[in-house]
C-alpha cells in the first residue's frame, strides 16, 4: 500500500516535468473528448506514437519561450509536443540515482 500511494503521490502530467526528468507513462487523457472531437483525434495520436502506459520516457530539451515545444524520448524515437498536448500525458516521476 506504502508505494502505490507514493506513485499515486508522484503523478503528474508530461508538462510538468523539467528537462533531464524521467518519467513513466501512467495515462493518455482524453477529458471533455465528448465535447470536442480533436482531443480524442490528438489523444489517440499520441497513442499511435507510443507514449501507452508502462512506457518510459526523458525530456530532452523546453523552448526558450514558453517552454514549448518540448523534445521528448520516449523508446528509440524523439518527439517535439506542445504544451497542451504534453498536458494530456499523465506520468510518474521516476527517482532521482
Known amino acids: 500500500m506504502d508505494k502505490l500511494s507514493t506513485c499515486q503521490a508522484s503523478a503528474i502530467t508530461l508538462n510538468q516535468l ?3 526528468d524521467k518519467a513513466v507513462v501512467s495515462a493518455v487523457s482524453s477529458q471533455n473528448s465528448q465535447h470536442d472531437s480533436s482531443l480524442t483525434d490528438i489523444s489517440r495520436r499520441l497513442k499511435e506514437l507510443g507514449f ?7 525530456i530532452l530539451h523546453k523552448g526558450y519561450f514558453g517552454g514549448e515545444p ?3 524520448r520516449i523508446g528509440q524515437s ?10 494530456l500525458i499523465s506520468v510518474t516521476t521516476l527517482g532521482q540515482h
Open 52 to 58: 501507452v502506459q508502462g512506457e518510459e520516457l526523458t
Open 70 to 72: 518540448i523534445a521528448v
Open 18 to 20: 523539467k528537462v533531464g
Open 78 to 87: 524523439t518527439f517535439a509536443l506542445r504544451n497542451f498536448e504534453a498536458a
